[in-house]
C-alpha cells in the first residue's frame, strides 16, 4: 500500500518559525481538507502541543472532529485560553447548532450568513461570537463596503459579538502590487470596526512584513512543507513523505515501448520497476514521463529509489507507475523495496512543478487508502 509519513516535530517546527515571524500576533494554523490532506485531528493535535490555539476549517463538519481532537487531549491545562475553530465558508441555516454545540466560529461572510447567525442565535436563546470577512480586491468572499457598513452598526448595538475581522490576500507569494492595495483597503474598512483584533496574513503574507501580520497570522501550506513564496525558501521542513512499494522488476529492450498508448518508446534496454502508485491514490496522470498533453513539453517528475533520483517513465495509471531504474545498480533494488516520490529526498514544490500543478493539490488529493502514518 502507499504510504505517507508525516513528521510530528517538522510540523511542529514550522508552526513554531512562522510565529516568530510575526512575534507581536498570535499564530493561527490552516486545518481544513483534512489537515490539508494529511489527517486533521492528528495535524491540530500536533499543532496544539506546539502553541497553537487558533484553527481554521472550511465546514462546520471539519470543525467538529478538530474541537473533539482538541478536547480529548489528556494533559493538564496549561492556563490559555480554550482553543477557538474558524469556519471560513460561510454559514448554513442547519449548521448554526452545529457551530454553538461545538464551539466553532464562523465566518461571516455575506448578508445572508449575518441573517442566518443572528436567527439562529434568536432561536437558541444563545450569544455567541463570530467574525467578518472584508472583500478588499480578491473578488471571491467577503462584505463590500455598504455591507461592512451595515455590519459595523450591528456589532456597536451589540446585537453581534465579533471575535475576529478578516480578509484574505489573492497574491502574497508573487511579486506584485496587489498585496500591498488590499493591506490599504483592508485598513479603511478594518477601521469600521474599532477594538475588534484583525487578521490578513495567510501563508505568504507571513513573510512580507510586520505590517501584515496585525493581530493573528493563520498560514497554511507552509505548516505543512510547501512553499509560501520566494522568501520561505529553505527555511520550512518537509513535513509528508509519500512512499509506495515496487512490486516488479523487468527488463524491456530497446525498440519496445513502455505504458498505455505506447507513450514512451524504448532507446535502449531498459529495466523497469512497476510501483503501486497512481492517480486513484492522489498521484496525478500529470506527473507522467510521456503520452500526457502538458508532460510532451517537458520531462516528468522523478522519484527516488535505492537513494538514487529515476525519472517516471511513460503514463502514470490509475494504479501503477513506471519508473527506469536501468542506472541503479542491480543489486540495490528488489520488489518490495520503497520508492519516495515526495518528501525530505524530493522537494513537493519541485514535484508538483514538474506535473503542472501546485503542493495543495498534491497533499489535498492523497487518496483514502494511502496510508496516513504519523512519526
Known amino acids: 500500500m502507499p504510504v505517507v509519513e508525516i513528521d510530528r516535530a517538522a510540523l511542529a517546527a514550522n508552526w513554531t518559525l512562522l510565529a516568530a515571524r510575526n512575534p507581536g500576533a498570535r499564530t493561527g494554523a490552516a486545518v ?22 487558533d484553527f481554521f476549517v472550511a465546514w462546520a463538519e471539519e470543525g467538529r472532529i478538530v474541537r473533539a481532537a482538541l478536547d480529548a487531549l489528556t494533559h493538564p491545562d496549561d492556563g490559555t485560553a480554550p482553543a477557538r475553530i474558524f469556519v471560513l465558508q460561510g454559514l448554513e441555516p442547519d449548521s448554526v447548532s452545529l457551530h454553538l454545540d461545538a464551539g466553532l466560529i464562523p465566518v461571516l461572510s455575506t448578508p445572508g450568513d449575518i441573517a442566518v447567525w443572528r436567527d439562529g442565535l434568536k432561536a437558541a436563546g444563545r450569544r455567541a461570537p463570530a467574525a467578518i470577512q472584508l472583500e478588499t480586491g480578491m473578488n471571491r468572499l467577503g462584505l463590500d463596503r455598504a455591507d461592512a457598513e451595515a455590519a459595523a452598526d450591528l456589532a456597536a448595538s451589540g446585537a453581534l459579538d465579533l471575535a475576529l475581522v478578516m480578509s484574505h490576500l489573492a497574491s502574497a507569494d508573487e511579486p506584485t502590487d496587489q498585496s500591498v492595495r488590499q493591506h490599504a483597503r483592508f485598513l479603511e474598512l478594518a477601521a469600521l470596526f474599532p477594538g475588534v483584533p484583525r487578521s490578513l496574513a495567510n501563508s505568504a503574507a507571513v513573510f512580507l512584513g510586520g505590517e501584515f501580520g496585525f493581530d493573528l497570522t493563520r498560514p497554511g501550506i507552509a505548516l505543512y512543507g510547501g512553499e509560501a513564496g520566494p522568501a520561505s525558501r529553505g527555511l520550512l521542513r518537509p513535513v509528508a513523505r509519500l512512499t509506495a512499494a515496487i512490486l516488479q522488476l523487468r527488463t524491456a529492450h530497446a525498440g519496445e515501448a513502455a505504458g498505455y498508448g505506447a507513450a514512451a518508446p524504448l532507446t535502449r534496454d531498459t529495466r523497469i520497476a512497476t510501483v503501486g502508485l497512481g492517480y486513484a491514490d492522489g498521484y496525478h496522470r500529470a506527473a507522467s514521463g510521456a503520452g500526457v498533453a502538458v508532460r510532451d513539453v517537458r520531462p516528468g517528475p522523478q522519484a527516488v529509489v535505492a537513494g538514487q533520483r529515476v525519472p517516471v517513465l511513460g503514463r502514470v495509471s490509475m494504479d501503477l507507475t513506471l519508473l ?23 522537494s513537493i514544490d519541485a514535484v508538483a512543478s514538474a506535473a503542472g500543478t501546485i503542493a495543495y493539490e498534491l497533499l489535498t488529493g492523497l487518496g483514502t487508502r494511502v496510508e496516513r502514518r504519523w512519526v
Open 32 to 53: 481544513k481538507a483534512n489537515g490539508y490532506g494529511l489527517g486533521a485531528a492528528e495535524a491540530a493535535r500536533t499543532l496544539h502541543a506546539a502553541g497553537c490555539r
Open 324 to 346: 527506469d531504474v536501468t542506472d541503479v545498480p542491480d543489486d540495490a533494488l528488489a520488489p518490495g523495496d520503497r520508492a519516495e516520490f515526495f518528501g525530505p529526498n524530493l
